[in-house]
């Protein structure tokens, strides 16, 4: 099938050209300024411990928030047919007879894509169905050609997983709290393909590239209860998924998009009408939905209405979510067994898999266990023990993708404990990457540059304040090192011990009040002396020096 690939483009382009599908422009307008001033009242009750409330008062109403994340397995092929998987190819272009569903075509299952789902179960300490069925779930929708979706319906790869997710809260949001979501199962299934609206011809044409391409939906148990803690989740699942490298997790490009359910209740009555907000594209943007969803259900019973039991989809720009189509009528997916594949086994073993078969075609939880690479939260902990540096640090330098690397990297460079390393990387490094929005990897200043200046500081041949201007300049000018900067400015630090004392009775002779207010007791004032040494010397004097000769000199 996957050379039929560019056969098919010929003939989905002229199928492009008898599809035009009209839709009628709605206009919602349903929101009212209080739901909005309310959100951030939410938000900062999700992050602050509940109070004790008097017996006699209400219980007040909480958000409860179950996830379903597709996320896009990263495979060169597709899951059951030959075709290449590309983001940003000609549409059409990467479509076999299978993907188009030709009559006759069969589906052939993608190895990868089991060994990927189980990976991820095992990751989730999830239990792996030896034993799993496809099923054909049958819905119509343009990009679905064959008006039914392969799925895992009945029996799925993997079950009752658990993820561990953490977030920063407290008042200062320095605090590590740690939460755990139920995984209910992962399940394969293949993707649709996309349709693609002209608004300004009122037409739909469709790009099957992305049809049946391999997805692993994990579903989550509703057991969170704000945006908060579901865009945690999804970024602790980001990372893990990253790190197996069974997905590439780049939600920009629908490598993982997220349906978040959402209701609420009272604790210790029945969940209220949940809607489902569809297809949210960013970890930022599914704490908004989810906040804005909640307050609006709120208020819509405290103003006496009825929350609908219906499908959203979230705007961006306006921070609303937006009804697509109601859900009232249970819809009939006619859930049938796919007959045109056997069950999937999985064996514990080599030795457990039927005799005669090859190695090739089977997957063994045995050997997939034994590829587990280091997971986020391993590597938090790691770090904690190994370099003695804060949970809270741990946790930035794990999500930051790029940044663990590069700490370690300046570690082993420079003679700076890992403490002086971790202020550098946190405060200098990122204060300048996040203020012109660029990643780690875009970093001007590489690793072995940011352990020169280090080393340059603990040899005693700059100053901690120098330190900081040579980091400046060597963001401006990539192209040198700490040493050319150095020497080319004469930021070296002055070893004259004698035009040291020099300065120093200068800086005291000249300001007799605080020589007097410091004989008084006032010790903080010998900080301003100081202040006033370095700037005599522009920042080029030993500090510990020059503390000691203003001590001997005011005493």
Not at 259 to 274: C, E, F, K, M, T
Not at 434 to 458: D, G, K, R, T, Y
Not at 461 to 476: H, R, T
Request: aromatic share 6%.
């Amino acid at each position: 099938m996957a050379g039929s690939s560019a056969g098919m483009t010929a003939l989905l382009c002229n199928m492009n050209k008898q599809i035009a599908i009209f839709y009628p422009t709605i206009t919602y307008q349903r929101h009212n300024w209080c739901v909005i001033r309310r959100i951030c009242m939410f938000v900062s009750r999700c992050q602050s411990q509940a109070q004790t409330k008097p017996k006699s008062a209400p219980q007040e109403l909480v958000g409860v928030v179950g996830l379903e994340i597709h996320a896009q397995i990263h495979s060169n092929t597709k899951l059951f047919s030959g075709s290449r998987v590309g983001f940003q190819a000609p549409p059409n272009s990467l479509v076999s007879f299978f993907d188009a569903s030709l009559p006759g075509t069969l589906p052939v299952l993608n190895r990868r894509c089991v060994e990927a789902a189980v990976m991820t179960g095992l990751a989730l300490n999830c239990t792996i169905n030896r034993k799993s069925l496809f099923d054909r779930k049958h819905y119509f929708y343009a990009d679905l050609p064959a008006g039914y979706q392969i799925t895992q319906q009945r029996l799925p790869i993997a079950v009752d997983g658990t993820l561990t997710y953490s977030h920063l809260g407290g008042r200062k949001r320095n605090e590590v709290v740690t939460k755990s979501v139920r995984i209910k199962q992962i399940q394969l299934e293949q993707d649709s393909g996309k349709s693609l609206h002209n608004d300004y011809r009122n037409q739909t044409l469709i790009d099957l590239n992305r049809a049946g391409v391999g997805l692993m939906e994990l579903v989550m148990e509703p057991d969170m209860s704000c945006g908060e803690e579901a865009a945690a989740a999804v970024r602790e699942m980001q990372l893990i998924l990253q790190a197996l490298g069974t997905c590439q997790g780049n939600m920009a490009e629908g490598q993982l998009r997220v349906d978040a359910n959402v209701s609420i209740h009272r604790p210790g009555d029945h969940w209220g009408i949940r809607t489902e907000v569809k297809n949210i594209n960013s970890a930022r943007n599914l704490a908004r939905a989810i906040d804005y969803e909640i307050q609006r259900q709120m208020f819509v019973l405290e103003s006496g209405g009825t929350v609908q039991n219906e499908t959203r989809s979230f705007d961006g720009k306006t921070g609303h979510t937006i009804p697509m189509r109601d859900k009232e009528g249970l819809q009939d997916y006619r859930f049938m067994p796919e007959p045109n594949l056997p069950p999937l086994m999985v064996y514990e073993a080599c030795s457990t898999a039927p005799p005669g078969v090859a190695p090739s075609q089977v997957v063994v939880l045995e050997e997939v266990r034994e590829r587990l690479p280091e997971l986020p939260s391993v590597r938090r902990q790691r770090l904690v023990e190994t370099y003695g540096i804060l949970p809270e640090h741990s946790f930035t330098l794990v999500n930051e993708d790029g940044l663990m690397d590069y700490f370690e990297a300046v570690v082993r460079e420079t003679k700076a404990g890992p403490r002086k390393v971790i202020g550098w990387v946190m405060n200098e490094l990122q204060g300048l990457l996040h203020q012109q929005n660029l990643s780690v990897s875009q970093s001007p200043i590489s690793p072995q540059a940011l352990a020169q200046i280090l080393n340059l500081q603990e040899n005693g041949q700059i100053s901690s304040s120098i330190a900081k201007q040579v980091f400046q300049e060597l963001w401006k000018t990539p192209g040198k090192t700490a040493q050319q900067i150095v020497k080319e400015q004469d930021l070296g630090m002055v070893n004259d011990s004698t035009e040291i004392y020099r300065i120093c009775q200068k800086v005291v002779d000249s300001h007799p009040d605080q020589v007097q207010a410091i004989r008084s007791g006032n010790k903080k004032v010998l900080n301003k002396l100081m202040g006033l040494v370095q700037k005599e010397t522009k920042g080029r004097a030993d500090p510990v020096l020059v503390r000691a000769i203003l001590e001997q000199k005011t005493s």
